[in-house]
């Protein structure tokens, strides 16, 4: 059997753990051949490949982003996508595909899979948004960085008696906003699902100052305020239909240095939390799912996606997985909130 293998979105650390489990344990248990696909769907869009054998993968186990590649080609917008993409298959002689990815690539294999290309589908996110799965492997690694950086802002800003704006990734979930603001001890976490009133932020802020500490705001990029408080820019939007987002950090400590009369200081950590080498967690998490991915595969279980329920991995359908987001429930935000000001 031929399996093409493809990453696609945002890179992540462990893509390429979870590519060495899968070629090291499809070659070793099943005799199978693999067939990198380069730059996410553009690969079988236009039969882009890379050689995926043992040596091709020798030495990636700590390696952060992918060796294959990744991109946001949205296929579905293409004319034609679907059956270029089942043309260059066939011509390459794949019996299946694993696709690594988020919510944008996993739907578009859900999509293939409707259109009778065999498909298993691997979740990858740092944004842990993904439905179906307790952890996206990337999200352990974007936490350690996160609080790192949050625990060496906590020493700037009060040496030099600043509000700092700590700004990090997460569209439409707010779980690394969460899990590293909680862990870096932030004095207000705020994240998309709840839009945040701006006087309350104040009044964190001068509750803070008050104690003779600075306080440290974490934003997630998608945070936004109670309508009319605050005007945010907009983006561009991708072939996925998301909005460009960056700037809420810039604009919310303008506003509290305005507000308050102290200095405010924005930090992006932007990609910084998706590169270099993934935590051991995440080296762990990514193995175990290309190991049961190409076991999938073999026991022809297609149209599913590897998932961790637990402590076990488990298969789902691609529909459950991409159908709704994974976002960070009220009584989780209420855990944090006591430990505000």
Known sequence: ?????????????????????????????????????????????????????????????????????????????????????????????????????????????????????????????????????????????????????????????????????????????????????????????????????IDQVVKYVESRFETQYAPIIVVAEGAHPQEGQMELATGEKDSFGHVRLGGIGQSLAEEIEQRTGKEARSVVLGHVQRGGTPSAFDRVLATRLGVDAIAAVHEKSFGRMVALQGTEIVRVDLSEATDTLKTVPPERYEEAEVFFG
């Not at 031929?2 to 390429?16: A, F, I, K, M, S």
């Open 1 to 197: 059997m031929r399996v093409g293998v493809l990453t696609g979105g945002g890179d992540c650390p462990g893509l390429n753990a979870v590519i060495r489990a899968v070629v090291r344990k499809g070659i070793k248990d099943y005799g199978y051949e693999f067939v990198g696909f380069r730059d996410g769907w553009r690969g079988p869009l236009e039969g882009a490949t890379k050689p995926l054998d043992m040596s091709a993968v020798r030495g990636i186990l700590p390696r952060g982003g992918t060796i294959l590649g990744s991109s946001r080609t949205n296929l579905m917008k293409i004319e034609g996508g679907v059956e270029r993409v089942k043309d260059n298959m066939a011509g390459l002689g794949l019996d299946a595909l694993i696709a690594i990815g988020g919510e944008d690539t996993l739907g578009v294999a859900r999509q293939l899979h409707d259109n009778g290309v065999n498909v298993i589908g691997v979740p990858k996110t740092i944004d842990n948004d993904l439905n179906a799965t307790d952890y996206t492997f990337g999200f352990d690694t974007a936490v350690n960085i996160a609080t790192e950086a949050i625990d060496r802002l906590h020493t700037t800003a009060e040496s030099h008696h600043r509000a700092l704006v700590v700004e990090v990734m997460g569209r439409h979930a707010g779980w690394i906003a969460l899990h590293s603001g909680m862990a870096a001890g932030a004095n207000v976490i705020l994240i998309p699902e709840r839009p945040f009133d």
